[in-house]
């Protein structure tokens, strides 16, 4: 299959964590692409993500909603959009557990609205071959399920069990994408990731909020005994995943990423503490602080995942280390405190 560059991309929640660092790499790296961002701004989203662009000439950021269709058929027409690659989404699971309404209308609908314009644009009114464009859905680990300890990762065909409001609006958003692809031919490809971390990330993550409650020398709360692991991937090692699958998947695959890892919660807090423990050292060790907190309800125990076939298929794997990853994340968090 030829390599696929878009001409001009959508980007759903473009100033989200995840999508802004994947609008500055599709900037900085493919001269042909124009982008336009789509966000809502909700909680998630910041446009001082999208700060000091690289060749921001060829951006364009419109504050919207994925479900608004008028506004994403026009987005689609006025831009000559030959690519969508879909970021938007409600992803806290404690958020989608203390109110789920959010999740479906977003995750759901948004999608639904999303596929819809595609159909029609490229498709019905045949502006694109569908070899000529390309829909990405960005999906996570987290429709899989949960894994025991001495289960083997998460693969592409692993079968989809969530177990949150999130992870079920996210995989009935990836079966929607997958029926337009099966049965309108649109051509759709898919990712899987593992949990991701970096700069500038929302701060009720996990990983922000160990940082914030360390530097602020308050109790860094840890769920359980905080035994329960997680796959880690650098979110920048995730973006250029991605660009792959667009350039040279092909639709209607899946291709996991994943870091090779997954740590308990609380070795994650240490190597965190760690770091700080050098770069802002204390009496005694930020690692004094970690205070064990009541579990969350239906709390995954485990998420790992199997990436040998973006490994074999698009000569991708991680390039940052868990280690290395970890201290550009602080590093960033000392550098940019909350105001």
Excluded at 9 to 27: D, E
Excluded at 167 to 175: L, P, Q, T
Excluded at 227 to 245: A, K, P, Q, S, Y
Excluded at 310 to 334: F, K, R
Aim: charge should be negative; proline fraction near 7%.
């Amino acid at each position: 299959m030829a390599t696929f560059t878009p001409r001009c991309a959508l980007v759903t929640g473009g100033a989200g964590f995840i999508g802004s660092h994947f609008v500055r790499h599709t900037l900085a790296t493919q001269p042909q692409t124009r982008i336009v961002t789509l966000d809502k701004l909700t909680y998630s989203g910041s446009l001082e993500r999208l700060n000091n662009l690289p060749n921001g000439e060829r951006h364009t950021f419109v504050r919207g909603d994925i479900g608004d269709a008028p506004l994403v058929e026009r987005l689609l027409r006025d831009h000559a959009v030959d690519a969508i690659i879909h970021f938007a989404a409600e992803t806290h699971v404690d958020r989608s557990i203390s109110g789920p309404a959010p999740f479906i209308q977003t995750n759901i609908v948004g999608t639904f609205t999303l596929l819809e314009a595609a159909r029609n644009y490229w498709l019905t009114e045949k502006k694109y071959q569908p070899d000529h464009c390309r829909y990405h859905q960005v999906s996570t680990d987290e429709v899989f399920g949960s894994l025991n300890d001495d289960d083997p990762p998460f693969v592409e065909t692993t079968p989809y069990h969530p177990n949150s409001p999130y992870s079920a609006s996210k995989a009935a958003a990836d079966h929607l994408a997958w029926s337009y692809h099966h049965t309108f031919g649109l051509p759709v490809t898919f990712s899987h990731c593992s949990n991701n971390y970096g700069p500038s990330q929302q701060r009720e993550a996990f990983i922000p909020t160990v940082i914030r409650a360390a530097l602020a020398q308050q109790p860094i709360p840890l769920y359980g005994d905080g035994g329960n692991r997680r796959d880690w991937l650098f979110v920048e090692d995730h973006c250029h995943g991605i660009d792959r699958v667009i350039q040279q998947g092909r639709p209607g695959e899946r291709y996991n990423f994943g870091g090779g890892r997954d740590p308990t919660n609380l070795e994650i807090v240490h190597l965190v503490c760690a770091i700080l423990d050098r770069l802002r050292p204390i009496t005694g060790s930020h690692a004094r602080l970690i205070t064990f907190v009541s579990d969350r309800p239906g709390h995954d125990w485990r998420y790992a995942i199997h990436f040998g076939k973006a490994q074999a298929q698009l000569a991708w794997q991680p390039a940052v280390s868990l280690s290395a990853g970890l201290e550009q994340t602080v590093q960033w968090h000392l550098e940019n405190p909350p105001s």
